[in-house]
Every structure is written in structure tokens, then in C-alpha cells.
T-cell receptor
């Protein structure tokens, strides 16, 4: 079954903890993206990766880190430096080999800081 | 920089009413334009897209026409259903090159009552 999976669906974090959100895809897409969604603010880009072992900061990268060791996986770590991490996090992929600019989204992870 | 402006919601309609959600953009050249839909608690799904001026994207009864002269990409549907209740996002991708970053509007919540 092809697609994008994100886990967990819900995540709770205590103040001062780092947490890692998983994003896995079997679409064989080169590019992967992480967005943050807050009510009434649309989506904002955190990090993106166009190829394995390479990634770039988006518009709101502070307090976040990523890795891209495999084409299929692009985990996002929310560090304790992120002061307001409660949000809905969305992972997306894009098939750059087909020169298409369409992005496909996973189901999201809702992170809540207790 | 690039930007997308959507009409603010929420929009509340009765079933079978006509829907218009306005979207205008600011960008250089000819960006690709998208409408995404987000159902409650889920990720974004691509609804339709258009890649050049005067193109009309359509899907599931929804339509939008790429108007370069008015820099607009308004979403329309002739007869909405309760199942269309969702948040709708307009987005753009810059033309050509290696930059496929999407810029999103803030989203418009649509509620359709029976």
C-alpha cells in the first residue's frame, strides 16, 4: 500500500524534553518536507530535503532538527529550544524526478506540550 | 516575496448552495497554483492544480481558473454537499528552477449544513 505514514498520531511532551516525529514514505519520492500548522496561520515550512544526506532550513527552523539518512525516512526532532511546540505537524513528499511541483501530505502528528 | 491571500472564513452554506472561495497571489513570473483540502484531523489532500495562465483545474465538482491578469485562482463548486465541509488552502509554487517550496494561504473553513 503506497503512501506516507506519520507516527505517532498524537504525542505529548513535557517541558524540556526532546521528541522525534516519524515520517516514512514508499512512493520513491526524492524530496521531503516538514510543515507546522497552527490554527488560523496556514502551514509554515520547517525543513526540507531534496536528496539523501542533504537538507535545508525552512522559514521556522529554530528549535527543530532533522536527518535524511535514507530516502524513505525524514524524522523531525522537536528540541527543548522550541518554545511553543504545541501544533499539528505535517510531512510531505514530492517526486522531483518527474519535475512535478505537487506535494503529497501525510496524515499528521498532533504534538501537545503538557 | 511570494504570498497567497484567501478570503477569511468561516464560510457556512446550506447543502446545494453555490460556493466561491477567493484566492489571490503575489509572485514573479508564472507560478503553479493549487487548492488543497483538509478534513478534520487529517493531512492535506490535493484537490486541483493549474500550471499556466487560463488553465482550469477541476476535480470532484470543484473548479478554479488561473487568471494572470487578476492574479487570482478562485475555487468554485456549483452545489456543495455536507461531505465538502473542510478547510481549503490555496497555495503556489514558484516557476521552474530547483525551488519547489509551497507558499500557503491561511485556509478557509467551510461548513455545509443539511
Amino acid at each position: 500500500d503506497g503512501g506516507i505514514t506519520q507516527s505517532p498520531k498524537y504525542l505529548f511532551r513535557k517541558e524540556g524534553q526532546n521528541v522525534t516525529l516519524s515520517c516514512e514514505q514508499n512512493l520513491n519520492h526524492d524530496a521531503m518536507y516538514w510543515y507546522r500548522q497552527d490554527p488560523g496561520q496556514g502551514l509554515r515550512l520547517i525543513y526540507y530535503s531534496q536528496i539523501v544526506n542533504d537538507f535545508q532550513k525552512g522559514d521556522i527552523a529554530e528549535g527543530y532538527s532533522v536527518s535524511r539518512e535514507k530516502k524513505e525516512s525524514f524524522p523531525l526532532t522537536v528540541t527543548s529550544a522550541q518554545k511553543n511546540p504545541t501544533a499539528f505537524y505535517l510531512c510531505a513528499t514530492q517526486d522531483r524526478a518527474m519535475s512535478t511541483d505537487t506535494q503529497y501530505f501525510g496524515p499528521g502528528t498532533r504534538l501537545t506540550v503538557l | 516575496g511570494d504570498s497567497v491571500t484567501q478570503m477569511e472564513g468561516p464560510v457556512t452554506l446550506s447543502e446545494e448552495a453555490f460556493l466561491t472561495i477567493n484566492c489571490t497571489y503575489t509572485a514573479t513570473g508564472y507560478p503553479s497554483l493549487f487548492w488543497y483540502v483538509q478534513y478534520p484531523g487529517e493531512g492535506l489532500q490535493l484537490l486541483l492544480k493549474a500550471t499556466k495562465a487560463d488553465d482550469k483545474g477541476s476535480n470532484k465538482g470543484f473548479e478554479a481558473t488561473y487568471r494572470k491578469e487578476t492574479t487570482s485562482f478562485h475555487l468554485e463548486k456549483g452545489s456543495v454537499q455536507v461531505s465538502d465541509s473542510a478547510v481549503y488552502f490555496c497555495a503556489l509554487s514558484p516557476p521552474g528552477g530547483s525551488n519547489y517550496k509551497l507558499t500557503f494561504g491561511k485556509g478557509t473553513l467551510l461548513t455545509v449544513n443539511p
